[in-house]
């Protein structure tokens, strides 16, 4: 069963997008903050195979902590998410190393579908 690990601020959207992917099979792990995602790396490395990442946490607000998680987990799949970005953002999070960037609020059906597709690159 391939892990997810969802980081985000915002307990409801961990929650929900958690249920979203627990319903498609998948086994989710949750963090709030940049040093509890590193943490949970550090735990679960192995496992981990996609990052949904928040672009605004309480410890990081900007791309820092996704060119960290490429060095850091350098095979998993990162998934930007974020109410705060322009395109530019967006681009940039893209050339960083992020899988796909996307806007909120975002369709639940179509992250679970962007989650099966960086399973499976």
């Known amino acids: ?3 997810v690990l969802i980081v985000d601020d915002e307990e ?48 990081s607000n900007d791309l820092g ?3 960290r998680l490429r060095t850091v987990a350098p095979r998993c799949r990162i998934i930007l998410m974020t109410a705060h970005g322009s395109a530019e953002t967006l681009d ?6 992020a899988f796909r960037a996307v ?3 975002f369709d639940m059906g179509k992250m ?3 989650v099966n597709e960086a399973v499976a690159a």
């Open 1 to 3: 069963m391939a892990s």
């Open 65 to 67: 902590l996704l060119r």
């Open 12 to 59: 409801l959207i961990r929650w929900s997008v958690g249920q979203s992917l627990q319903d498609a099979g998948y086994r989710v792990i949750e963090a709030a903050s940049a040093r509890e995602t590193l943490e949970r790396l550090n735990l679960n490395a192995k496992d981990v195979c996609v990052i949904l990442l928040d672009l605004k946490l309480p410890d």
């Open 112 to 114: 679970v579908g962007l």
């Open 92 to 97: 940039e999070a893209l050339r960083a190393g």
């Open 103 to 105: 806007g909120k609020p």
